[in-house]
């Protein structure tokens, strides 16, 4: 079957203006580039943003419900103004914990959260480690180290000893934190409570994970002995709950603050400063994106308006024979989709050729010797929909105003030769 | 077999006046027929109302008074789109810019009113199309651009693209006001063989008279009226 008229028109006519083409093509294959280059960065930004965020912290905290502030006498007798004696409890010494934890476990876990990929008990408080005169403020964990695994990855990130099978009276400790101490592998160390309370350990095994937060600053020991530190008998600090997806962490939240007595925190109340920031940093890149397929619609449509006036015309006297308006706007409107198409790919695998370029280039920190991505591109699939869908309808939408007056084009004008 | 009807082209009173601030009457009580074989020339000084005539003719613009009949149908008050079907069916236009499109071989360009048509009808009408090439000289020329060739073999391109889609009828408009006196005579003939060979009408408005007294009937037009209608003596009358 022969092609439509107005697609073989189209066809011919890219094929013989071929500067113009090009220019049309180099213009939308710039854009898509340039679009397709923005979003991999920004997302491969705000993902590493957001990993190590994340990454190193449980994505929502289940806490015990904070007690209000208790008055040291009876407010009923203190309006006779008597003054009473005594010592006062500090508010901040009262412990929090969550006695009898085993059944609420059992409890969360049948509520079966969505996405949830660990539950974990844990015991977290501030300590002082010290080695001989060195002393360093840092947070303690005690927990089960595989279950702690699957909140911070430190089997993986181990770089001396061992993690997993962790005994009594061992603790991990992070490669800055250690080598802030002056500490090594079987080395012992000693940990005090804001209460007071000593606890010793040997240096089990060191992690880095990268996260300066989590290797300057974190003590991994057994659940039993964070218990004994805290005093806590057999009672909890909280639970940790790590999701697949860490934006689904406020609804999580949501849903259990109706179905739990206790306090649920995410880590996206906790880090609202910084997802203000990946919010600009997406506002400002959708900006971007905007005005470059602006300027690519504008483009495209000024070059097929020198085409429609170049052939104003030819197009006249195909109107004559009785090409009809919709035959002549299809015309233009071929063009400009066939040209955005043409361009979408060829932008794209330039795009594809220049992320892959930039995604192998690497930095070494020069504390830890750690590689790490120059720049961080994520490249989805998505994106590459989206940047070449925008592309092919910014190209038939600016190919419309062009077309229209092609379509509009009087034959009895063109028949005189006005 | 199908039957042409008779008269192929019939103006009754037709008028046309343009609007504006102040209305134009360009044309006014216009009536004549034209049958099948006819070559008719339409003279008359500039401003008189030839290209109206013209244009109400190629149903490119509309009479606002009277009827007009076509084929034996009535197409005074057709919408564009079926204005434009009617164009590309039943006639062929030859312009004094030829307007080929420079895209497009000769042969390509000859077949247009075919690819606008639609369907398979530019295969069917090809191998018709090279013959008539051949016929006017133009059979080595087939796949050369317009830019490619003279101003005469444009023309020659132009009025094969009149005939492509085998119309009833051709308006030439100033066909030859382009071309030298050689190239004139050769189109003039060329279409004297369309109304005697290819039994086909042909209007043609000029202001060339020497052009105009090769057409078998000269209609005159002064101020939008028909003037005189007479033949040329170079068709013996009918009977």
């Known amino acids: 079957m022969p092609a439509p008229f107005a697609l073989c028109v189209a066809l011919r006519q890219m094929t013989h203006n071929r500067g113009q083409t090009l220019l049309t093509i180099g213009v939308v294959a710039t854009s898509v580039t340039l679009i397709l280059f923005i979003s991999s960065l920004i997302i491969g930004l705000q993902i590493r943003i957001v990993s190590t965020v994340t990454d190193s912290i449980p994505h929502v905290r289940i806490l015990p419900q904070e007690r209000a502030p208790e008055v040291p006498w009876d407010s009923a007798v203190a309006t006779d103004a008597t003054v009473r004696v005594g010592v006062v409890p500090k508010l901040e010494q009262r412990q929090r914990k969550i006695e009898g934890w085993q059944p609420w476990l059992e409890r969360i876990e049948a509520l079966e959260i969505s996405g949830l990929n660990a539950l974990l008990p844990s015991v977290e408080g501030g300590v002082v480690v010290s080695r001989e005169s060195k002393r360093i403020s840092a947070r303690l964990v005690g927990a089960a180290p595989e279950d702690y695994n699957r909140i911070v990855d430190l089997q993986q990130n181990l770089v001396a000893g061992r993690f997993f099978g962790l005994d009594g009276g061992e603790a991990v400790i992070g490669l800055k934190l250690a080598t802030d101490l002056g500490v090594r592998l079987g080395d012992r160390v000693s940990f005090l409570s804001a209460e007071g309370n000593r606890h010793t350990a040997t240096i089990a095994g060191i992690f880095d994970t990268g996260f300066g937060a989590v290797d300057g600053a974190t003590v991994v020991v057994p659940l039993r002995d964070g218990q004994s ?190 | 077999m199908i039957t042409i009807p008779s008269p192929l082209i019939s103006l009754e009173g037709i008028g046309k006046v343009y609007g504006g601030e102040v209305p134009t009457r360009a044309l006014q009580g216009v009536s004549f027929t034209v049958n099948t074989g006819e070559f008719v020339a339409i003279v008359g000084s500039s401003g008189c109302g030839k290209t109206t005539l013209l244009n109400l003719l190629g149903l490119l613009d509309r009479a606002t008074e009277g009827t007009l009949h076509l084929a034996g149908r009535n197409v005074t008050d057709l919408d564009s789109r079926a204005a434009g079907q009617v164009r590309r069916d039943l006639l062929g236009f030859i312009f004094q810019f030829h307007y080929l499109l420079p895209e497009f071989d000769a042969l390509e360009n000859a077949l247009m009113p075919c690819r606008l048509a639609g369907g398979n009808r530019a295969q069917e009408r090809e191998p018709a199309m090279r013959a008539l090439f051949t016929r006017l000289g133009l059979g080595t020329k087939i796949h050369k651009r317009p830019g490619q060739l003279s101003g005469g073999e444009q023309q020659r391109v132009a009025i094969l693209r009149a005939l492509a889609n085998d119309p009833l009828f051709i308006l030439a408009d100033e066909p030859t006001g382009n071309l030298d006196s050689h190239n004139a005579a050769e189109i003039s003939a060329l279409l004297h063989d369309v109304t005697r060979e290819m039994h086909r009408a042909v209007i043609m408005v000029t202001h060339d008279q020497e052009m105009a007294m090769k057409a078998d009937r000269v209609i005159t037009l002064r101020d939008g009226q028909i003037e005189s209608d007479r033949p040329t003596g170079q068709r013996p009358a009918p009977g």
Not at chain 1, 300 to 318: D, F, T
């Open chain 1, 229 to 418: 530190l805290f005093q806590l008998g057999n009672a909890i600090t909280g639970f940790g709950l790590k999701l697949r997806d860490v934006f689904a962490a406020e609804q999580v939240a949501g849903d259990l603050r109706h179905q739990l007595p206790f306090k649920i925190e995410s880590w996206m109340e906790d880090n609202e400063r910084a997802l203000g920031g990946l919010r600009a940093q997406s506002q400002s890149s959708r900006m971007i994106i905007a005005f470059t397929v602006i300027s690519s619609g504008l483009a495209i449509a000024a070059l097929m308006v020198i085409s429609v006036s170049s052939k104003y015309r030819e197009l006249g006297i195909l109107k004559a024979m009785g090409a009809s308006n919709g035959q002549v706007l299809s015309i233009f409107a071929w063009q400009g989709t066939l040209l955005s198409l043409i361009g979408a790919l060829l932008g794209t695998l330039a795009s594809l050729a220049l992320l892959f370029w930039l995604s192998s280039l690497k930095t070494v920190s020069l504390t830890t010797g750690r590689a790490t991505d120059l720049f961080p591109i994520a490249l989805t699939v998505g994106n590459f929909i989206i940047g070449n869908g925008l592309a092919v309808v910014t190209g038939l939408l600016a190919s419309i105003y062009p077309a229209s007056r092609a379509a509009k084009v009087d034959p009895i004008v063109v028949i005189r030769g006005q």
